[in-house]
């Protein structure tokens, strides 16, 4: 979850574009360590170093997190700027549309991670081969580490026509808890939560209309004991979506 938001960041900033840069949209973003016209540099969103430098590598390397977002850029990069921005080795390292600078050079700390979460973002192979290794997980329980697929069901959209995310998570039982709503047109969704032996506890809202787009919904936890629970919504069309939740937080545990 902190990756993908982490890139959501960097994908709002560009959009919000607070310096006016030349090029920054939903479909052109990504800020990062990289060549620039002045050498190199570690451009993050403003205020701290933001010089219209946008990093393919950036965008593109967070596949997995990230989806839509970053196919749009991916498309953006290839189809419209591919003249300039593409090469026997793929994409330049970086370019600057206020300086109409655009770089001759590949670094593989940038084109590595390109190739290597595309692949992720495709078949999950990177996680799998990792998750192979006996001390991988016992070193995630101890770290408090809580599986969430959010972001990372890339055909999740086209299958039920939404998809979710959910933030916090783990969550604390006197916060508050963030569902972004992504839908492809106008249905009717319910929301509840159960805990693990499938009881519902809870019915936020039943079939809601929700428009196509991007919406945001908060819900209150309160009253909620530490532990794990399952968001659970169904749509109009029959189709369900199912997810994680750890609530923990609470004072005397």
Not at 9 to 27: Q, V
Not at 38 to 46: F, I, K, L, Q
């Amino acid at each position: 979850m902190r990756h993908r938001n982490h890139a959501l960041i960097h994908y709002k900033h560009c959009i919000a574009n607070p310096e006016g840069h030349a090029g920054y949209s939903a479909e052109c973003w990504g800020l990062t360590a990289s060549d620039d016209p002045w050498g190199y540099s570690a451009h993050d969103p403003y205020p701290t170093n933001d010089n219209g430098t946008i990093t393919p590598t950036a965008a593109l390397a967070s596949m997995p997190y990230t989806p839509q977002e970053s196919l749009a850029a991916l498309r953006h990069f290839y189809r419209s700027l591919g003249g300039r921005l593409w090469g026997q080795y793929g994409f330049y390292d970086a370019f600057n549309p206020d300086q109409d600078w655009y770089a001759s050079s590949y670094l593989a700390i940038d084109q590595g991670p390109i190739v290597a979460m595309i692949e992720n973002a495709r078949t999950g192979l990177l996680w799998d081969l990792f998750m192979q290794n006996p001390e991988i997980q016992p070193a995630l329980d101890a770290a408090g580490f809580v599986e969430d697929l959010t972001g990372l069901e890339e055909n999740a959209f086209e299958k039920m026509g939404f998809d979710v995310l959910v933030y916090p998570n783990p969550a604390t039982p006197d916060g508050m808890l963030n569902l972004e709503f992504s839908t492809r047109e106008k249905q009717k969704l319910t929301l509840g939560i159960t805990d693990e032996t499938g009881r519902n506890l809870r019915i936020f809202f039943r079939e809601k209309e929700m428009n196509s787009g991007v919406q945001i919904e908060t819900f209150p936890l309160k009253r909620f004991a530490d532990g794990v629970y399952f968001l659970e919504i169904s749509a109009e069309n029959g189709a369900k979506w199912t997810r994680k939740l750890v609530i923990q937080g609470n004072k005397g545990h």
